[in-house]
């Protein structure tokens, strides 16, 4: 596993105090059979308005989090640690609560708008919101059988509905950072 466990913190309607949040992956599996992302610590004002975008080292982009859990405030003291992976046998609640856990990537909201830049411009992969996902819905359709070293950015951002000219307060933190985990293949590419 890559972790970089630093806080994100994200203003209302703005981006991540660290954008992109970077991992630099090495010796990890040169052609990928399934992925883990975990996001850690989560607490957050109003976490529908959370967009996450991965971009792989290939130039992949993909939401795996997008206008889910409501506005259902989650606190400091009962933070929430979520990870997706396609393997997964729930998405993430559209209005809420959000819980830990594992959940295939999920996106309630569609087309994403594009992310202020340094982040590349749509159109993006996005995952969709109901179980099962397939194609470029998942992780495997985005960055199955490529090589995983190289560098790993992860985009936040606050959509707040729409974008805030001039962001100030904080709206939330994934207190413990990012992590992303590699499977090798398998001969059968299970």
């Known amino acids: 596993q890559f972790r970089r466990p630093e806080p994100l913190c994200i203003t209302l309607g703005g981006t991540a105090d660290a954008y992109p949040a970077t991992l630099n992956v090495a010796n990890a599996p040169t052609v990928i059979g399934s992925m883990r992302v975990t996001l850690y610590d989560l607490s ?8 996450a975008l991965l971009v792989g080292p290939g130039g992949q ?12 405030s989650i606190p400091t003291d009962n933070t929430v640690t979520l990870s997706f992976t396609d393997v997964a046998t729930a998405v993430l609640s559209n209005s809420g609560p959000l819980m830990t856990g594992n959940f295939e990537p999920t996106s309630w909201e569609s087309p994403v708008n594009n992310f202020p830049a340094p982040a590349p411009a749509g159109p993006y992969s996005e995952a969709g919101s109901t179980i099962g996902g397939t194609g470029v819905q998942t992780f495997f359709g985005n960055f199955g059988l490529t ?34 985990e590699f499977f090798a293949s398998t001969a059968a590419n299970a």
């Open 147 to 180: 090589n995983a070293n190289g560098q790993w950015r992860l985009y936040l951002r606050d959509d707040a509905g729409n974008p805030v000219q001039t962001p100030e307060s904080i709206s939330g933190c994934f207190g413990g950072g990012w992590g992303i």
């Open 61 to 72: 982009e993909f939401i795996i989090m997008g206008d889910a859990g409501g506005a259902v």
């Open 44 to 51: 957050y004002t109003v976490p529908d308005h959370i967009d």
